[in-house]
């Protein structure tokens, strides 16, 4: 018969953006340990609250299948002596299988005689194998850990109870001192312990406990109430999505409840309002039709509406200090300008093995003015750009943003227009800590564009130079976020830019205005070339394109981020041609032979007069027209002209013999190999790609 089985973990409260990844953690490995153990079910259903997390599992087979297995042993000679008898071989192998040599049978494999021991295994019932599930909750890794007690052992938050229903019945097993049950616990406040006669009872039990155990009928019951109160008042209430899955994961019996605030304060911008309610007290803001901010907000309550005055009184309390708080720096920081803030900057660290951040914003300066003329912004751009380098980071000093950290940039575009900055420069000072995220919005501006690519780029290759760079997981200064926001803003623009030639040009730069940092910058630029690669391969993946293509062009010579993207395209595009494999397979001969010759950029000149047969005066030919302008042209462009070398290069090689006794002859044709390998590799290192007929 099918089983339901009910696997609750009873915690202290755990952080609610932690609930969610923990949740389908959790279903994830008694998924695969079900799968692992043979045993079948019909489905996985998941409950979860900031007190709990818990898998109702349907349709449970009642034991693992019986399994009929063909144990293969030792070869034949060394089972048996030459007397056929059975050496110690064969009788260990016999008995580590529960068998004795009598059971021994003999098959053919490959031409070789070989021991076999055919087994039946009956298979283990369904409560036999469910204990292991404690190994599935222990294994369960977190953000941040904790232990508690006397204990070493480790987890998000101390396990309070722990449920293990299989139907009626506890399947019993431990975790540290606490013991498996049919009890589980209700609301902290509202509810009490309830004992479940079995598994299928769970959600209703609870819900009369004053815990709703289901986090989407919890998100609908906070969505619904949250619109009532919204429609009640003619308001508009933006239902964040990231805030409604925090607050849904804050709660087990939501009540939503509305609060005001003293209407003085909509004078502050409306970002320091809404970060105030929506980051640091998780309430929703609330506009009118129009979208014009209200005096108002809306939370949600881990209870019910008994005494809710109260509560509502307490949140606009604590909400009103914050805003006063941000009242006084608003004020405050308007009797400094802009200049007495820069200043300040020479005696804030970026980093105390680089420099100040005045001194990153002079770098930043000689970067962003050189990218802006290598993408051919115009003067006025030009111009706001210089400006916009020389105070972006000033907002940092402010007591807004010491106060309020997620609102520097935004600080620092409402402070630089009140101070009479251009609207350009405002928005860039805004724009340059795009994207904040691996996915995050872009700047749209091309000024703030360039300013985001400057700073990140002198924090890569700074903290490259200073010998702090990522590692496995460890990237304390998300300079792999920053590298994809380099790739993605680069991507997004469609701008040509050589990430090679750039960091050196901005190194000399740098050297000749006395802004270098004291780091060896130089020595980084292929290191900090490979990293960015890196996040072009993934951006590529992100594309879909095959991880072989994308592992090519990222592995090539060639250093233009957007090159690099359209090989990537350009090859995906092809990989079903006809005729790809073909063209491949000769390319890639050519990239595999040509390394059994080293030569220098200057010493690649190819000797006619050493030529042997008219295969060599037709590949030399050929290749010396391919090869005009060939640095100039695009993806697509490159590779059909070495497309067309496919004929030339196959005829070469079956004419020629590449490693020939004589020095002068094999280095001249190695000399020919390298120049079509130079061309090959600026699309990509081809060799990785798996190429099928």
Request: zero cysteines; aromatic letters at 8%; glycine letters at 6%.
């Amino acid at each position: 018969m099918a089983n339901n089985f009910l696997l609750e973990i009873g915690l202290e409260e755990i952080p609610a953006h932690v609930v969610t990844p923990s949740i389908n953690q959790f279903k994830k490995r008694a998924s695969d340990f079900l799968k692992k153990q043979r045993i079948s079910f019909k489905a996985i259903k998941t409950f979860s609250t900031p007190r709990r997390l818990t898998l109702y599992i349907t349709g449970l087979a009642d034991k693992q299948p019986d399994i009929d297995q063909s144990v293969k042993g030792p070869a034949k000679k060394i089972a048996q002596d030459a007397d056929g008898n059975w050496t110690k071989a064969a009788i260990g192998f016999s008995r580590g299988q529960g068998a004795t040599p009598d059971d021994i049978t003999f098959k053919d494999v490959k031409g070789t005689q070989y021991v076999f021991v055919e087994k039946h295994i009956a298979g283990k019932p369904v409560e036999e194998i469910l204990p292991g599930m404690k190994k599935v909750i222990t294994a369960m890794t977190f953000p941040t850990m904790m232990k508690w007690g006397s204990y070493s052992f480790e987890y998000v938050r101390p396990i309070k109870w722990l449920v293990a229903l299989l139907n009626d019945t506890v399947i019993p097993f431990s975790i540290l001192d606490v013991t498996t049950d049919r009890v589980t616990s209700g609301h902290r406040f509202l509810g009490k312990d309830v004992s479940l006669a079995n598994a299928d009872e769970y959600e209703e039990k609870l819900t009369e406990q004053f815990v709703i155990a289901d986090a989407a009928k919890r998100k609908e019951i906070i969505t619904k109430q949250i619109n009532k109160i919204a429609a009640d008042h003619n308001w508009k209430i933006n239902l964040d999505p990231d805030l409604l899955e925090e607050v849904n994961n804050l709660v087990e019996w939501p009540t939503a409840f509305e609060g005001n605030f003293d209407d003085k304060y909509l004078t502050i911008p409306d970002e320091v309002l809404i970060t105030s309610m929506k980051d640091h007290q998780r309430f929703f803001y609330v506009t009118d039709q129009e979208g014009s901010l209200l005096p108002n907000f809306v939370s949600v309550r881990n209870g019910n509406d008994y005494d809710i005055q109260n509560v509502v009184a307490g949140n606009e309390k604590v909400l009103t200090a914050r805003l006063e708080d941000a009242m006084f720096f608003y004020q405050e920081d308007q009797k400094k300008t802009i200049a007495d803030y820069v200043e300040r900057l020479k005696k804030v660290s970026f980093h105390d093995k680089i420099s100040t951040m005045y001194e990153k914003m002079q770098r930043v300066q000689v970067i962003s003015g050189y990218l802006g003329k290598l993408i051919g912004l115009s003067d006025n751009e030009l111009k706001d750009l210089k400006r916009a380098a020389q105070i972006y980071k000033f907002d940092l000093v402010t007591g807004m943003v010491g106060e309020f950290a997620e609102l520097q940039g935004i600080m620092g575009e409402k402070y630089a227009l009140l101070n009479h900055e251009s609207p350009v420069v405002a928005k860039a000072i805004a724009e340059h800590y795009m994207p904040i995220s691996a996915n995050g919005d872009l700047p749209q501006s091309a000024v703030g564009a360039v300013l985001a690519i400057a700073d990140k780029l002198d924090s890569i290759l700074t903290f490259f130079a200073a010998g702090m760079v990522p590692s496995g997981s460890n990237d304390p200064y998300a300079l792999r976020r920053q590298a994809t926001g380099i790739v993605r803003i680069v991507a997004e623009k469609n701008w040509n830019f050589d990430l090679g030639s750039t960091l050196d040009q901005i190194i000399q730069l740098q050297n000749q205005e006395n802004v270098a940092p004291k780091l060896d910058q130089a020595a980084q630029i292929d290191a900090v070339s490979n990293f960015v690669k890196d996040r072009i391969k993934q951006y590529l993946d992100d594309l879909g394109i095959r991880y072989d293509i994308s592992d090519a062009v990222t592995t090539g010579s060639h250093t233009n981020i957007l090159f690099n993207i359209a090989s990537g395209k350009m090859l995906q595009s092809h990989k079903d041609d006809d005729n790809f494999k073909a063209i491949i397979e000769s390319l890639t001969r050519v990239l595999r032979i040509s390394q059994k010759g080293s030569f220098k950029d200057d010493d690649l000149t190819v000797d006619p007069s050493l030529f042997e047969n008219d295969s060599e005066k037709a590949l030399n030919k050929v290749v010396s027209a391919a090869a005009n302008d060939y640095d100039s042209l695009n993806a697509e462009q490159d590779f059909d002209r070495l497309a067309s070398l496919e004929n030339p290069i196959n005829d070469y090689f079956d004419a020629t013999m590449i490693m020939a006794k004589d020095d002068a002859l094999k280095n001249n044709r190695l000399r020919q190999l390298t120049i079509i390998s130079k061309m090959i590799l600026l699309i990509g290192d081809l060799d990785k790609l798996v190429v099928k007929g």
